[in-house]
């Protein structure tokens, strides 16, 4: 694993943004409905938007599921913050959803399959990264993409 000192990043970042997608399903949460678990350390986005990281999210999954969703993450966020600063509105800096990906071309029968084109939503991809549960949502950007194992709502994910 990589280390850097704060003030290392605090140099990196001055520069320009550096934004952090994260995928919501399986890769921050898992479940369905009511029944939503958060996936262990995720308050450490508290600590990477602290070092001055653009946090954003980014689903596959409909605009008013995407707000449920975010609701949930950020509630947790609230709780587990131990920073000085309370969570701002703010905290995420793009939330995007289903309508801003684009259909899949390879998709095998599921029409739900989308991919996630960083491009059009992010100025420099040299500083943009996509963290994720799936490869084929990065199609054609996977130099972009740190891949997760999905998260299936156990503590030992």
Known sequence: MIRMKSEEIQKILAQKPFYLVFDINDTLIHGKKDQITVRPGISNLIKLYSYGFKICLWSSAMSHNVSRYVNIITEHLKKSNTEEQPIPDNFFEKILSRGDTIAAPYARGNAFDT???LGLHFPDLSRTVLIDDSDKSAKDENQN??????????SKD
């Open 145 to 154: 993409l740190i891949l997760l194992p999905a998260y299936h709502g156990y």
């Open 115 to 117: 991919i996630k084109p």
